[in-house]
């Protein structure tokens, strides 16, 4: 699916189908791999970072996360959410960082719509 986007120099999502995700404003590709995780942050994407199980994050995974600095993570994965991230979401949430969970479509808008509020969010796609 294709957005319409405000001018912004901040990573946002152009365009994203099952296999690929285009960011703004270079409208760089990432391909969405079974092997590694894409995360999206306002002011960059890593996609060296690998993440087998979004509902039991290592204490490593979380303490990544947490260096970037977010208030809030979105786990998006296929088409459908995970329910189950209680135990992900109680050991950020000690670290005052808000967790959602939600199929890649709904990530996506998500994420664009906090990124334009100027909020601290990180898209976790795997």
Do not use: W
């Amino acid at each position: 699916m294709k957005f319409s986007l405000e001018a912004t120099n901040a990573n946002q999502i152009h365009f994203y189908d099952d296999n690929q995700i285009i960011i703004n404003p270079d409208k760089r590709s990432y391909l969405i791999e079974q092997a590694n995780s894409l995360i999206i942050t306002p002011e960059q994407v890593i996609t060296n970072f690998r993440v087998d199980d979004f509902t039991h994050l290592t204490d490593d995974d979380i303490a990544y996360l947490q260096e970037l600095e977010p208030e809030v993570i979105i786990f998006a994965t296929g088409s459908s959410p995970h329910n189950s991230l209680s135990i992900t979401a109680s050991k950020l949430a000690e670290k005052a960082i808000g967790v959602e969970s939600m199929a890649l479509g709904a990530a996506c808008r998500t994420y664009n719509l906090l990124v334009l509020e100027g909020r601290s969010v990180i898209l976790v796609v795997s």
